[in-house]
C-alpha cells in the first residue's frame, strides 16, 4: 500500500471563499479518497473517487484525479468556518495488500469567519 | 449503531505502568486497525488485523501489543509505558476501501 502527500500543508481563507488542496501519489491506484479531521476527532471519510474517475462531486466538494499525473484535488466551495479541519488523501493501490495503510501529515486549512 | 467505539477517551499514566485501550466496532467489519497521532507527524500505524485472532505489526509497532480474540474488538496494550508513547490513539475499522474511525484516547505518560 502506499500513502499519499497532501500539499499545501495549511491553508488559510476567508469565509465564503474557495479553498483547493492536492494529493500526490506515487504508483497506480483502484481508487483513492478522502477524509476530514476536526480538532482532536478521528477520520470521517467524504469521498471516494474511483480509478476511472476524472471528477465527482457530493454537495459543496469537487475531487479530481488525474491518474496520468498520479494526483487528486479536492475543492471545497464557499467555505465555512465549520470546514476548518484537517484533510487527509488515501490512495489506494491496485494490487498487492491494502491492509496496511497510512496516511500523510494532511492539509490543515483554517477557514477564518 | 454505535460505529467504532474506544475507551478509554483521557488518560495518564506513570512511566512504567500497563494499560490497555478497548477497541469495539459493531459493524462487522473484518479489518481493524490502531494508528497514533503526534503533532506534525499524521496518523502513523501501530499494528492492525485482517480478522478475528490475526494481528500484524504496522510502521511503529515497538512498545506495543495487541489482541484480537473477538471479532468485534481489537485491544492496545501498553506493557511498560514510556514518555515517547505519550500520543492520540485511534482505532479504525473496515470491510472494504471506506475507514471508520473512533473518536480518539488521549494518553499522557509522565
Known amino acids: 500500500s502506499q500513502q499519499g502527500e497532501e500539499d499545501p500543508q495549511a491553508l488559510s481563507i476567508q469565509e465564503g471563499e474557495n479553498a483547493t488542496m492536492n494529493c500526490s501519489y506515487k504508483?497506480?491506484?483502484?481508487?483513492l479518497q478522502w477524509y476530514r479531521q476536526n480538532s482532536g476527532r478521528g477520520l470521517v471519510h467524504l469521498i471516494l473517487?474511483?480509478?476511472?474517475?476524472r471528477e465527482k462531486h457530493s454537495g459543496r466538494l469537487r475531487v479530481t484525479l488525474d491518474t496520468s499525473k498520479k494526483s487528486s484535488s479536492l475543492l471545497i466551495t464557499a467555505s465555512r468556518a465549520a470546514d476548518t479541519a484537517s484533510y487527509f488523501c488515501?490512495?489506494?493501490?491496485?494490487?498487492?495488500?491494502?491492509?496496511?495503510?497510512?496516511f500523510g501529515k494532511g492539509t490543515l486549512l483554517t477557514v477564518n469567519p | 449503531n454505535a460505529g467504532v467505539t474506544q475507551t478509554p477517551k483521557f488518560r495518564v499514566l506513570k512511566t512504567g505502568q500497563s494499560m490497555t485501550l478497548l477497541c469495539a466496532q459493531d459493524?462487522?467489519?473484518?479489518?481493524m486497525y490502531w494508528y497514533r497521532q503526534d503533532p506534525g507527524m499524521g496518523l502513523r500505524l501501530i499494528h492492525y488485523?485482517?480478522?478475528?485472532?490475526?494481528?500484524a505489526k504496522g510502521e511503529v509497532p515497538d512498545g506495543y501489543n495487541v489482541s484480537r480474540l473477538k471479532k468485534q474488538n481489537f485491544l492496545l496494550g501498553l506493557e511498560s509505558a514510556a514518555p515517547s508513547q505519550t500520543s492520540v490513539y485511534f482505532c479504525?475499522?473496515?470491510?472494504?476501501?471506506?475507514?471508520?474511525f473512533g473518536s480518539g484516547t488521549q494518553l499522557s505518560v509522565l
Open positions: 479504525a475499522s473496515s470491510d472494504g476501501p471506506k475507514l471508520f
Open positions: 504508483t497506480s491506484i483502484n481508487n
Open positions: 473517487i474511483r480509478s476511472n474517475e
Open positions: 488515501d490512495p489506494r493501490d491496485s494490487g498487492g495488500s491494502n491492509y496496511k495503510l497510512t
Open positions: 459493524m462487522n467489519h473484518e479489518y
Open positions: 488485523s485482517v480478522g478475528e485472532g490475526t494481528t
